[in-house]
C-alpha cells in the first residue's frame, strides 16, 4: 500500500512496484495543493495495469480508510502522504498538524488493526533544523526544528517508534533530501526556476545565492524504497541523499543553460525557516539499504527540463 501514490514520488515508486509484479494499493485524495490533474497525469498508465488499484480516500477519514485495509490486507505500508513544503506550513500549521501527525497515527492505527508486518515512513532533511555539522547523520540531534513542517515530520518518525515498541510493527524513517526530477512538485526550486525562467518571468532569490541544497534524483530515491521493502528491520531511520551541495546560483546557472534563457532574479531576504545547507551522510544508508545514488545534478535536471517541455 502506497499513500499518497498519484503524487510526484508515490507515482514513480507505484510504477516501479508494479513493473517489478507486486500489487500496489495506492490511497490519494487528490488535494489541491498542487494541480489535482498533474497527479491524475502522474497514474494513467498504471490505472491500466492488473498490479493496480486506487482508493481516492483521505487519510483523514479513518472509517474509509480501515475499509481499504479490511478489504485490502496490505503486508507492507509505505506512507508518502503529506502536507509538504516549509514555508507553507508556516502560514497553515493546523493543516500540517492534522495531515502529518493525525493522519500518520491513523495509518499506523490501521496498520495494527489488519495485521500489517512493515510500515516505511517519508520523513524528511527538514527534521535536522539548521544544525551546523554537516553533512547531516542520523545520530545528530533533531530537536531543533525550524519549522511546523518539520516538527511534524519528527512527530511521524517518534509516533512509528512507538507503534513498533508497543505493537511491534518494523518501522523504516526515510530523510529524503530535496528530491527533484520528472512530475516534480511546483513548489520547489527546480520545478519552480525552470518555469518561470522558461516564461521570462522574474524569480525570488533568497539570501546571497551561496544556500546550497543536497539535491537527490526521483530515480536514486525510488531505488532507495525498493531497497527498504526488500530489507528486513526492526526500527531505523536512514538519510537518503545525493550527498553532495549544490549551491543555489549554480542550480540557476544550469537552468539557464538547459533552457537557452538568463533568469530575471529578484533579490530577497533569506528566510528563517529554511536551513542554509542541507547535505546528507548516506553512509548508514550504504551500509544496510546498498544505497548509491548515480545521478548527478546536471543530468537530473536534464532529465526534468527535458519532461518540463512536454507538459
Known sequence: ????????????????????????????????????????????????????????????????????????????????????????????????????????????????????????????SSVYGKNKKIPFSESDPVDNPASVYAVTKRTGELLCKAYHDLYGIDCMCLRFFSVYGPRGRPDMAPYKFTSLINQNKQIEMYGDGSSGRDYTYVGDIINGLMKAVEKNFSFDTVNLGNSGIVKLMELISLIESLLGKKAIIKNCPAKEEEAHTTYADISKAKKILSFNPKTGIREGMSDFVEWFKTI
Open 1 to 124: 500500500m502506497v499513500t499518497g501514490g498519484a503524487g510526484f514520488i508515490g507515482s514513480h515508486f507505484s510504477e516501479r512496484l508494479a513493473k517489478e509484479g507486486h500489487s500496489v494499493v495506492c490511497i490519494d485524495n487528490f488535494n489541491d495543493y498542487y494541480d489535482p490533474n498533474a497527479k491524475r497525469r502522474n497514474i494513467a498508465l498504471l490505472l491500466k495495469s492488473k498490479n493496480f488499484s486506487l482508493y481516492e480516500n483521505d487519510i483523514l477519514e479513518f472509517e474509509k480508510l480501515k475499509k481499504i485495509f479490511e478489504k485490502e490486507k496490505p503486508e507492507i505500508i509505505v506512507h508518502l502522504a503529506a502536507s509538504v513544503g516549509v514555508r507553507n506550513s508556516i502560514t497553515n500549521p493546523s493543516m500540517y498538524a492534522d495531515i502529518n501527525v493525525k493522519g500518520t497515527i491513523n495509518v499506523l492505527e490501521a496498520s495494527r488493526l489488519f495485521g500489517a508486518k512493515k510500515l516505511i515512513f517519508s520523513s524528511s
